[in-house]
């Protein structure tokens, strides 16, 4: 467990903020201590990042393969070879290009092993698309590279954690997309993220309605009765404390969410929303249910104020330090199953 894990980063758009946000988390030294931070980009692309973000005294140890990451030192795989022309606050083809090589690089060596997790920087969701990404986002990619049947899209902090029943859909399909089987399906994975990944040992986990006051008893909808009661019900029959469903505008403004441990919105910005207002700083979106650990920012790429020197690194250095302690966590619980008797040591250490 004292051994330094080695995460891989990926840069994003080279027009947003990706890169800056990365070179002020790795330009606090201090990093080093918990990780081997390697950099999925090109050395000049960084070099270009680091000047407007006048950050001078951070060198990158370009490497060829994670195996040959140095500790206490910024680490970087050159994933192209060709110069690249950098539009600062631009979008076009070039950014989504570039972003989607980091991408791809990073997620090869995490899928086989080669880094312990994934930190992602944003992307945007358009201009990265091409034959190898024809999906809404990187959750739905990553799913797809680990081949998992099911993923769950979890926005954590330390007061909230969201998970969403729907993710990158427009909301005119959200209603015919949400099933029994699929609030069920989402609410297995966050009960056992929650136990595993985040060492809550009895989740209690609030269930939003669809629709405005969770129907008013089917006065504004029936979802609510017809689907999400009865998932809940299900839930409950497996062992799951689930609760709700909750009126999502008053759950929120009062405070309920605190007696929780986490929170499951029907669709995107139900969840994301009220996510972003309470801990938009210090927020993380993690990708749960997966075989491999992938966290990221919960912000996206800011064109506008990109190349301004005036990005917070604030919620990636979170995404970061989350990774590191949900693999820890991953990896704790794999010893306590070999073996047992070390779990009464470890909660007598941790009280």
């Avoid at 969840?271 to 920012?297: D, H, M, Y």
Wanted: negative net charge; glycine residues 8%; proline residues 4%.
């Amino acid at each position: 467990m004292s051994e330094k894990l080695k995460i891989g980063i990926s840069i994003g758009d080279v027009n947003g903020i990706g890169l800056e946000i990365i070179i002020k988390t790795l330009a606090d030294t201090r990093i080093f201590d918990y990780c081997t931070p390697i950099v999925y980009g090109h050395t000049k692309v960084a070099s270009f990042h680091r000047r407007l973000a006048n950050v001078h005294d951070l060198n990158f140890t370009v490497i060829n393969h994670p195996s040959q990451a140095q500790h206490k030192k910024a680490n970087l795989i050159n994933c192209w070879e060709e110069d690249v022309k950098i539009d600062v606050g631009v979008i076009n083809e070039t950014g989504g290009k570039y972003a989607f090589l980091s991408l791809q690089r990073a997620t090869d060596d995490l899928v086989s092993g080669d880094i312990d997790a994934l930190v992602t920087a944003p992307i945007n969701k358009d201009n990265i698309q091409n034959e190898q990404f024809s999906f809404p986002g990187h959750t739905e990619y990553l799913q797809d590279r680990d081949g998992a049947a099911e993923s769950l899209m979890f926005l954590v902090s330390d007061t909230l954690r969201v998970g969403v029943v729907t993710g990158h859909i427009p909301v005119s399909k959200v209603a015919e997309s949400i099933t029994i089987g699929k609030i069920l399906a989402k609410l297995k994975l966050m009960n056992e993220s929650l136990k595993q990944d985040f060492w809550v040992r009895k989740p209690k986990i609030a269930v939003l309605g669809l629709n405005p006051h969770a129907g008013d008893n089917g006065l504004i909808g029936i979802e609510e009765q017809a689907i999400i009661n009865p998932a809940i019900e299900e839930a409950r029959a497996n062992d799951i404390l689930a609760f709700g469903p909750y009126p999502a505008d008053g759950f929120f403004a009062n405070g309920t969410y605190l007696q929780f441990d986490a929170v499951l919105a029907m669709y995107h910005d139900q969840g994301l929303i009220p996510f972003k207002q309470i801990a938009f700083e210090s927020g993380v979106n993690f990708t749960a249910g997966l075989n491999f650990v992938r966290t990221s920012p919960d912000h996206g790429t800011a064109y506008d104020i990109a190349g301004q020197n005036k990005a917070s690194e604030v919620s990636f250095r979170e995404a970061l330090f989350t990774a590191l302690h949900i693999v820890r966590h991953r990896r704790e619980n794999e010893e306590l199953n070999e073996d047992p008797l070390k779990f009464t040591k470890l909660s007598r250490d941790r009280d």
